[in-house]
């Protein structure tokens, strides 16, 4: 009996993505629901990036730097989502930082290539989609959420942002996944 309650609590932990674990996110208000995206606007916020071209993701060098690769070796909670955007052929990758940052309390990369950076309060928006994030999946994505926003006359002022919220482990089903484009909003 004992060995089949084990077996169901390890089936149970397997399909739920593993142990649930409420990371913080960057607050947003919702201003605009359509059919398939919404329009958020978020606050400032202080975010740890690095950029590569060669294939690395660059994930590894900023959970260096959250885990204390950083002036103090302060360990830093972390944050989802982790956004990724195409920058002039390279991609850029963001850890936001917990909300109790700000640019006198952060400390500083230990990485040359791990840069402290504003990511800038705005609107953008945001369609979500499940399943794996691929290059793929997200292109597909973004593409639909683009055409919706062209058909509605929403101005587009910058590049796709790929947003994932769960690690590779959680099964690719339950996973949370957002396209994002910064857009010009006034109503």
Do not use: C
């Not at 660059?58 to 950083?70: D, E, H, R, V």
């Not at 099964?171 to 396209?179: A, G, I, K, M, S």
Request: net charge neutral; hydrophobic share 35%; no cysteine.
């Amino acid at each position: 009996m004992k060995l089949i309650t084990q077996i169901f609590l390890f089936i149970t932990l397997i399909f739920s993505g593993g142990i649930a674990m409420a990371y913080e996110e960057p607050n947003y208000k919702k201003v605009h629901e359509a059919e398939i995206y919404e329009i958020r606007h978020y606050n400032q916020r202080i975010v740890v990036q690095t950029s590569s071209n060669d294939g690395d993701n660059g994930f590894g060098k900023l959970f260096k730097y959250i885990s204390g690769s950083n002036q103090g070796s302060q360990k830093i909670s972390m944050t989802t989502p982790v956004t990724e955007i195409k920058n002039n052929g390279n991609r850029v990758m963001h850890f936001y930082l917990p909300s109790e940052f700000d640019q006198a309390n952060t400390p500083l990369p230990s990485d040359d290539n791990v840069q402290i950076s504003i990511m800038e309060e705005g609107y953008f928006a945001v369609i979500k989609y499940s399943g794996r994030s691929s290059d793929g999946n997200f292109y597909i994505h973004s593409d639909i959420l683009k055409e919706e926003l062209i058909k509605n006359k929403i101005e587009i002022l910058g590049d796709p942002i790929k947003a994932t919220y769960n690690s590779p482990f959680t099964p690719y089903f339950l996973r949370r996944n957002e396209v994002m484009y910064q857009v010009k909003w006034s109503k």
